[in-house]
Structure formats: structure tokens, C-alpha cells
């Protein structure tokens, strides 16, 4: 402060004295002091006298509350004494006076550790026994589950003779650094509060000032408010852009991801890291925010983990090298990878709670024989689920049997997440239900189990790692609590053969076999093609949790979110089955869902012979000529049977699924571009009918009533061949034969009535697409054409 100045002011003053205007002295010695103040404030900060700095500042701001930069000394004052003692500043500054919380038992809104008050704590929880006591102990103080371990250990420190809880609450406040760390971050939430209130000031008195915003924004960052923080910084580019300061503007703007983002990204493999034991987990660590973008934390472990993946199946030299050198066994690895129903039980009986068990065996499970479906290999670890409430494994280092009931829902998986030697996770799934791979995060490696037709490991580890750290705190809690609802996952997956052939077959397994009742709740996708409580009656409506989005991200992230907050086990169930008497409930419940009109027309149309069912398909494996095949086709058959009628299917209305925006986008691109050329080619006396946009149900209901079919290879085979079980012609694509033959013979349907494949020698594929499973095809109509008229000739006339 200039000495002259100072000199000038005070004569000034003087001179107002001696003429008697006394107020207008006061204020210029009220000005003085405040200039004097703030310059003592800024010395007294130079040497990190904060409290001195304070009582400075606070004494300038008495006598101009309108002091803008004062008001931020103090703010920066405050909050470098905060940082330096965040206890110290609590006690000496009384703030608990100020904002005090009284505890109260169960409170989801706990007042911060800082103002816990333990005789009100005492006197709450005074009538809990020892162990409900305990975990609300861990939840009020440490602001966590425990574990089984620790709970127990409190609970015998608890009955030891001469202890008590208000002594296990002095040793806590006096020797837990665990404690002490969550008072310190508490104090310093706390604490910074006051360090904001001062930046707010300033800011309030000059708002377009943007060095203000800088203290307030890092004040906020460190209470974990950092959502508030960048929208800050957002609001003040804004009015800095709009004052015509584009330069300042674009600076404010540009210290967003430099302050915040870049710091937060920084704590992602922290916390990934702390939840799968690889470091402790710090949870009151002031830099790990209490909100993470999934999106955020999605990109930035795409661009960041750099994974090993070894294939089990095909281990070269290196791989074993891989393996040898970490320590794993590739004995162990090849055990985890079984699905065997005895191995099971030796995993469960090695259990203290379990021993002498036998898993249930009402029913036999129908052998496999297949040739091509070799992958459906977790039957067994999905029945451990259902009857223990654990899935069993080996550690891949010592072959230790473990046991976890810990999930997490990654369409189309689901990961059981091991703690053995390593924390380590089986991911489980897919269509048929298969152990597929196990991922080690302390390695980053992937080994895959099996030769598997798809599966995109790294894509699936990349989500798993982005949905926990944005429910990281929820995940936290989810698996420290050691009890599980089981909990079955279906109505996921977009296609109805896979809901019918794997998840309807898989929950009539457990019906049969008696363990239905097992299951606690049921989590169902909206792709719930026929309700399950109507297939299985007995399936209390309170144990059903539906999940109505149709968007598949969104579908996926619910899931996640779900397992965690019911606190489930989740489990797919699946069988690759179809027993007669499914196929029959599945008829059944379609029947009563179907209006009078509607049977009406369809014994009209059973008064044709034949009555012939048509699918078509617009999205890949296309056959070329569908549209003039077809007709031909029909017209063919009309001459030596002229009653015959034709009932077209393509794309059927599901239950649950209703209001999906692509149901309408199939149905219309059917219609005007298949149907209808297809009707304008064929003579007006045919009659024909259709499916296409109506009800799944009425489908059924249609698939019954048919004498023979011509369909492509696909999801359209589900009605006519796994569902009614008719007699009928199949074409598509080469790569697709040995997939249909294989799932629509005896080996996967009671009383199955395969399908007569036309000779691949008569398919020419598009050979411009890669994906040999995708390809379009043509075929010549007479071959289709020619298999029916051979199936009719064995088929008994009904009318």
C-alpha cells in the first residue's frame, strides 16, 4: 500500500475532524483501516498465518461488507487453513455449532462423521443385539458394509468380558485410522463450506471476475461436487463470451477438463483397481468423485487397457509361457472350464453349511448328441445357483474351491467375480449357457474357454469396468454384503427361437425338476415374447421384476443396476429342450389370449387343403427370388390342389414388446415390399392370410392349425417347427445348414418333426459378403417346390 496514500488519507481525516464533520471522517478512517487490514491480511497469508489472516479479513469485511476482493482472501484464507488441519479448523472454528445433525438410527441422510454424536448413537441402537448393532456401527462411523469376518470378530470383541460399545467407540476414535480418515475428508467437507460461502461472495459482488471462480471451483472439486463445478465454469464461459470477452471465455472453458476431468479420469483405475483388491481401496479420499459418467469412464478404458488373451482351446508355446509365469495352471483352467454335475457337489460338500448335499436329480437332463451346439456347457453351475444360492470354482493359482455369490450383468453375460488367490471373474452366458471365459484384472488377461461362434471378451471386460465405476459406491456395498437373492435373468435376448428353445426349456427344466421355487425373483427384459407367469402359473407376481426399456444400452445399464440394488445372484437359465408338453402350455396360453373373431377365421381357413405357411425374411440370409419364387411357388400348388389357402409370416407383435419403433419398421417394410408384391402376382380365388403385425400368440395359434410349410433358415422356424412341430421345407444359406439341421432334429425337440433341407447343391450365395452366416442366397422355386409336393403326398388329407 503506497506510505503517501496512506499519509494523504490520514491528514485528510484530521482535517475533517478539526471541522467538525465527524461522519465523514469515520469514513475515510473506516476506508483506511479496511485498505490497512487487507494489506496486514495479505502479509500475514504470504506467511501462512491463516488464523491471523482470517481474523484480519473477517475485521476488513466489518467495515465494508462490499469488498469483493476481500471476500475472496478470506475465501482463499479459509480454505488454505482447512487444508492444512481440516480436524483442528472444525474444533476452533465451531462449526458444529453451527450445523450440527443429531444422529438417528437408519437415516438414509447421515450427518458427516464430524458431527456424530456417540451417547445419541448409544442410546438409539441400545436395543439391537450385538450383530445388528455392528453393522450399523460400520454403517454410521466407516460409512460401509463389513464383511462376514470383520462383522463376526466385533461381535466376540463386543461379549468379551470388560469390553462395551462405548468403549469400542473411544478405541475407535482414538487408535482406527480407517475412522480417522473419513473424520478428516468429514471435517474438510465441512470446513470448505465456509471457504465457498466467502466465493460465492465475491463472485456475487463481481460476477464476471473469473480469477474468483477458481477457489470456488477447486473448493467444490474437493467436496466431491464436481458436476457443480463444470457447470460453474460452463455458466461463467457463457456470460464471459456474451460481455464480448471470447478470449477469457475460451480460457474458463479450456480449465474444465485441465482441472477436473483430467484429475478424475486419474482415480478411474484407482477405484477399479481398489474393488478388485489389487490396492486398498481409499474410499474417503477426497479425489474420488461420488458421480462417474458410464460413458466417460467407458472411453477412457477403451483407450487405456491394454489386454493379453489366451485361448484355452488352442494353447501354443507362448501361451503356456504366459500361464507358466504367473503362476497359473492350466490343470486348474481346464477343470474350471467342465460342467460336470458330480463336480459340483464335491465343490459344494467342501463347505461346512453344505455338506452331505446332493444336488436335486428328479429329472434327467436329455443327453447331447449334437455335433454342432458343443458350447452349451454351464447346465450344472446354473443348478448349483438355483439350489445353493453360490456358483463353484477352483482358483486357476492354488485350485482352491471357492464359492461366489457375487454377479454383474454385461449383455449377453453374466460375470461371477471370484476373491481366491486373485480376484478373478467367470463370465457365464450367451445364447445357450456356456462358461466362456475368465478374466484376471491384476493380469489384464483373458482366457477364453471354448471356441465359441462369438464373443467379443474385450468389449464385454471394457463395459464391466465402465458400469462398475459409474455405481462404484453402490458395487462397493453389493459386495460386502455376504447373504444374495437368487434371481433369474431372462427376456434379453431379440429373439424369440433363443427366449422359446434356451429361456422358456430352461425355467421348465427347474418345474420339473421341482426347484422352481428356488428362484427368488425373476429380472425380465422386454423381450419377453410370452409372459412366464402365464407358461408357469405358480410364478408369484411378486417375484417378477420387469424392465420395460427397448433400448439395448439402456437395457444392459438397467440390468447392472438392478443386480446391484436387490442385491441378487443372477443366473440365465437355459436348456436347449423342448419337452412336448412346454410346446403344448405354450399353445394353450396362446389359445386364451386369442377373440372368438379370431378363431373364427381360423377354422375357415381349416376347411382348405392344404393350408400352407409362408415365412418371409427381408434382412439377411434373403433368398433373391422370394418375391416371384413364392408366387410360383403357390400357384404351382394351387393347380393340383385347388383349395388350397396360404398363411404368411414374417414379423409377429411379442407381449412385451409392443411398443418398439422396429416392430412397426418390419412390419411396414414386409408388407409393402414383400407381402403385397407377392399377392399382386397371385391369382384373386387363392385365399391367403397373414401373421405379419399381429400378436405372437395368434401366430401360435396359426403355426397349430398349418398342414406344411416352406421357410428360410431362421428365427421363423420357432412356430412351426420347435412350437406346433409340422412337417415342412427349409432353405437359406450353406453356413447356416448344420446349425438348422442340428437344432430343429429329435436332439433338441420331443416328438420332432424335422425339416426337409433342400440340397445345398442347388444354393448360389452372395459371395461379396465376408460373413458367410449373413450371406443372401438364391435358389431355383422348383426345388422348394418339388419337396413340398413329396411331403403332400405323404400327408394325410384332413378334410
Not at 93 to 103: C, F, P
Not at 728 to 733: I, L, Q, T
Amino acid at each position: 500500500m503506497n506510505s503517501e496514500i496512506t499519509v494523504t488519507e490520514v491528514n485528510k481525516a484530521n482535517q475533517l475532524q478539526q471541522e467538525g464533520k465527524l461522519e465523514e471522517a469515520i469514513a475515510v478512517y473506516r476506508g483506511l483501516t479496511e485498505k490497512l487490514y487487507q494489506q496486514l491480511g495479505k502479509l500475514l497469508s504470504q506467511q501462512k498465518n491463516w488464523n491471523e489472516a482470517i481474523a484480519t479479513y473477517s475485521r476488513a469485511l466489518e467495515l465494508n461488507p462490499e469488498a469483493y476482493e476481500c471476500h475472496h482472501q478470506l475465501g482463499e484464507a479459509i480454505y488454505q487453513r482447512v487444508m492444512e488441519n481440516p480436524e483442528t479448523f472444525f474444533c476452533e472454528y465451531n462449526l458444529a455449532e453451527v450445523t450440527h445433525k443429531d444422529y438417528q438410527l437408519f437415516d438414509p441422510e447421515l450427518p458427516f462423521v464430524c458431527f456424530l454424536n456417540d451417547q445419541a448413537f448409544l442410546q438409539a441402537t441400545a436395543n439391537l443385539d450385538d450383530a445388528t448393532y455392528t453393522v450399523e456401527w460400520y454403517r454410521v462411523y466407516l460409512r460401509r458394509y463389513l464383511s462376514e469376518a470383520e462383522k463376526q470378530a466385533c461381535i466376540q470383541w463386543l461379549q468379551t468380558p470388560g469390553h462395551s460399545r462405548e468403549l469400542g467407540l473411544r478405541i475407535w476414535r482414538d487408535d482406527l485410522e480407517e475412522f480417522h480418515k473419513l473424520l478428516k475428508l468429514s471435517c474438510m467437507i465441512v470446513g470448505l463450506e465456509e471457504a465457498v460461502k466467502c466465493y460465492r461472495s465475491a463472485i456475487e459482488l463481481y460476477p464476471c471476475h473469473h480469477p474468483f471462480y477458481k477457489g470456488l471451483v477447486e473448493a467444490l472439486t474437493k467436496q466431491g461436487k464436481r458436476e457443480e463445478a463444470i457447470s460453474i465454469y460452463h455458466h461463467l464461459s457463457l456470460r464471459l463470451a456474451e460481455a464480448n470477452r471470447m478470449d477469457e471465455a475460451i480460457v474458463c472453458f479450456q480449465n474444465i477438463p485441465k482441472i477436473l476431468l483430467s484429475n478424475e479420469q486419474k482415480t478411474y483405475d484407482l477405484i477399479w483397481d481398489g474393488l478388485n483388491e489389487l490396492r486398498p481401496l481409499d474410499t474417503v479420499n477426497l479425489y474420488y468423485p461420488s458421480e462417474i459418467s458410464q460413458n466417460s469412464a467407458y472411453e477412457y478404458f477403451v483407450n487405456s487397457s491394454q489386454y493379453t488373451v489366451v485361448n484355452l482351446w488352442s494353447l501354443n508355446d507362448s501361451d503356456r509361457s504366459i500361464l507358466q509365469n504367473l503362476g497359473l495352471s492350466i490343470q486348474n483352467l481346464g477343470l474350471i472350464k467342465q460342467d460336470n454335475i458330480t463336480w459340483e457337489e464335491i465343490y459344494i460338500n467342501s463347505f461346512d453349511d453344505h455338506q452331505g448335499f446332493q444336488l436335486s436329480r428328479k429329472v434327467k437332463r436329455h443327453p447331447k448328441m449334437s455335433q454342432y451346439f458343443h458350447w452349451d456347457k454351464a447346465i450344472n453351475l446354473q443348478q448349483s445357483i438355483v439350489e445353493t444360492g453360490f456358483v463353484y470354482s477352483v482358483c486357476p493359482f492354488t485350485g482352491k474351491i471357492l464359492r461366489s455369490n457375487q454377479s454383474f450383468y454385461v449383455a449377453p453375460f453374466i460375470l461371477y467375480r471370484f476373491v481366491g488367490k486373485e480376484v478373478f471373474y467367470l463370465m457365464y452366458g450367451d445364447w445357450m449357457g456356456s462358461k466362456q471365459c475368465i478374466y484376471l484384472p491384476n493380469q489384464e488377461l483373458m482366457i477364453v474357454l471354448d471356441n465359441f461362434p462369438m464373443g467379443n471378451f474385450t468389449g464385454v471386460i471394457n463395459l464391466l469396468k465402465s458400469y462398475v465405476l459409474s455405481n462404484w459406491q453402490k458395487f462397493q456395498a453389493y459386495i460386502s454384503q455376504p447373504k444374495k437373492v437368487v434371481a433369474a435373468v431372462l427376456g434379453i435376448s431379440y429373439n424369440v427361437g433363443h427366449y422359446v428353445w434356451n429361456e422358456l426349456s430352461g425355467i421348465y427344466y427347474l418345474y420339473n425338476n421341482g426347484t422352481l421355487n428356488n428362484i427368488d425373483k425373476f429380472l425380465i427384459g422386454c423381450h419377453e415374447y410370452i409372459m412366464i407367469d402365464d407358461i408357469f402359473p405358480n410364478i408369484p407376481s411378486d417375484k417378477i421384476i420387469r424392465v420395460d426399456s427397448f433400448n439395448v444400452d439402456s437395457l444392459n445399464e438397467i440390468f447392472f443396476k438392478k443386480v446391484l440394488e436387490h442385491n441378487l445372484c443372477a443366473v440365465r437359465l437355459t436348456d436347449t429342450f423342448i419337452e412336448e408338453e412346454l410346446a403344448k402350455n405354450i399353445y394353450q396360453v396362446s389359445v386364451k389370449k386369442c377373440s372368438q373373431y379370431f378363431f373364427t377365421k381360423v377354422e375357415r381357413a381349416k376347411n382348405h387343403f392344404p393350408l400352407l405357411w409362408i415365412t418371409l425374411r427381408n434382412y439377411k440370409r434373403t433368398w433373391f427370388s422370394q418375391i416371384e419364387g413364392t408366387a410360383n411357388i403357390i400357384k404351382s400348388l394351387h393347380t393340383n390342389f385347388p383349395n388350397l389357402a396360404v398363411v404368411f409370416d414374417g414379423w409377429s407383435v411379442p407381449e412385451r414388446d409392443k411398443e418398439n419403433a422396429l416392430n412397426e419398421t418390419h412390419i411396414e417394410a414386409l408388407e409393402k415390399d414383400c407381402l403385397q408384391p407377392i399377392l399382386n402376382l397371385l391369382p384373386p380365388e387363392i385365399k391367403t392370410y397373414s401373421t405379419i403385425g399381429h400378436p405372437i400368440y395368434e401366430t401360435i395359434v396359426w403355426a397349430e392349425a398349418i398342414d406344411l410349410y416352406a421357410v428360410p433358415f431362421g428365427t421363423g422356424m420357432t412356430f412351426v417347427t420347435w412350437i406346433a412341430s409340422k412337417p415342412g421345407v427349409g432353405h437359406g444359406n450353406k453356413a447356416y445348414y448344420d446349425a438348422v439341421e442340428d437344432s430343429f432334429s429329435p436332439v433338441y425337440r420331443e416328438n420332432a418333426v424335422p425339416p426337409v433341407l433342400i440340397s445345398k447343391e442347388y444354393i448360389t450365395e452372395d459371395e461379396n459378403n465376408p460373413d458367410a452366416m449373413t450371406r443372401n442366397y438364391d435358389c431355383d422355386w422348383q426345388v422348394i417346390y418339388n419337396e413340398l409336393m413329396q411331403i403332400l403326398q405323404n400327408l394325410p388329407k384332413r378334410i
